[in-house]
């Protein structure tokens, strides 16, 4: 199985809201998390369909990185493991991945993580991000950027 990247999935045009909140996320950056607990958006991307939904649950950050286990939220305001909606994560896809990092949390996001089910699965921390949307600036037209005397 060819590894699927960040990239390769924009590509695929994944459609619902997981777009919406990675490109937020990646615009303004975020925080560094401190260690606590934390309400997630849990993105869920079907690898099939490339259809993704987005649930409210919460994660444990100690030294940086999630732990084990991450909470879905139930419309009852009650939680429970997400592992009893999502079993396992790919074996193949584990076996590649480095096992010091994969639990980090950079720019207010976790990794995409590759299920046995077949969906990616990213945890995004709202309380995080930074509160200004920075895109980057770009750069105007050659012939007026270098206009002669420059």
Known sequence: MAPVTENSIFMQ????????????????G??????GEYEVVISIINSNN????????KATVANGKFTS??????TDGSYMPINRMIKALDQDWLENQD???I?????GMTALFYTQEKYWVRLFFPSLINS??????KAPPA???LKAGN
């Open 132 to 137: 200004k949307s920075v895109s980057n600036q």
């Open 30 to 35: 975020a925080q560094k998390p401190t260690d």
């Open 99 to 101: 096992m010091n990092t």
């Open 69 to 74: 286990p991450v909470y879905i939220q139930k």
């Open 50 to 57: 490339n259809q993704s939904e987005c649930y409210m649950g």
């Open 103 to 107: 639990n980090e949390v950079s720019d």
């Open 13 to 28: 045009g994944v459609k619902g809201c997981y777009s919406d909140y990675y490109i937020e996320f990646y615009n303004r």
């Open 143 to 145: 012939k007026e950027l």
